[in-house]
Nanobody, 123 residues
């Protein structure tokens, strides 16, 4: 069981980044997936989630309209397209596999976690 996040980097405000999370088949096919982030000195927070089928998605209010989560079943990849980035989006971003087929805003409902990828947005 493995999740591998990538795509982070240093960008300027207003730029875009695309994060990817490669998942092993066992936890990808039947599980909801989510992206969380943790900024320095802050608690980890929900960013976006997607159901096992990709049929339903959800977003934190702070990223709604700017971020888009998607999944590619053929490649076992979950992506987070981040547009119009702001300095307050600076954080380590984690992908996570849910315990169930649906996504959740609570990190308690995820039992698989990737190693995190750092996103830094300069003003």
């Amino acid at each position: 069981v493995q999740l591998q996040a990538s795509g982070g980097g240093l960008v300027q405000a207003g730029d875009s980044l695309r994060l990817s999370c490669s998942a092993s088949g066992r936890i990808f096919s039947n599980n909801g997936m989510g992206w969380f982030r943790q900024a320095p000195g802050k608690e980890r927070e929900f960013v976006a989630g997607i159901s096992w089928s990709g049929g339903t998605t959800g977003y934190a209010d702070s990223v709604k309209g700017r971020f888009t989560i998607s999944r590619d079943g053929a490649k076992n990849v979950v992506s987070l397209q981040m547009n119009s980035l702001k300095p307050e989006d600076t954080a380590v971003y984690y992908c996570a596999g849910a315990r169930r087929a649906v996504w959740s805003i609570s990190d308690y409902d995820y039992n698989y976690w990737g190693q995190g990828t750092l996103v830094t947005v300069s003003s």
